[in-house]
């Protein structure tokens, strides 16, 4: 019997594999859909994926440089982009999950390593 080297999964482009710390959240789109998935976090950008109540998919990636501020508060996570829409984010994880992922987007935003 032979194996093979890698697995059948294909690799997306962009993406920083062995390098992204995910966390389960939820969060509306500008439209006011509310989506449910997780954030990763990658050297450069935090990514949402995740999908609706409908079953449709969505998927967002915010370089750290579009990410104006970012603060945790009664529960939910609010982050501010410099040219979009502001999103709030709740947490489906763990508890403490929300205060640690503000802390790591604050680390990379403040250039440092999370």
Known sequence: MKLRASSDAARLPGREAGSM??????WNESDGERCAGRVSLGLSFAELDGGTSEGELRSLRIGYDEIASVRYQHGRLHLWRRNRAPLRLGSADRPG????LAERLKSQLAGGVA
């Open 21 to 26: 710390q995910t966390y389960a959240v939820y």
């Open 97 to 100: 999950a929300l205060r640690e």
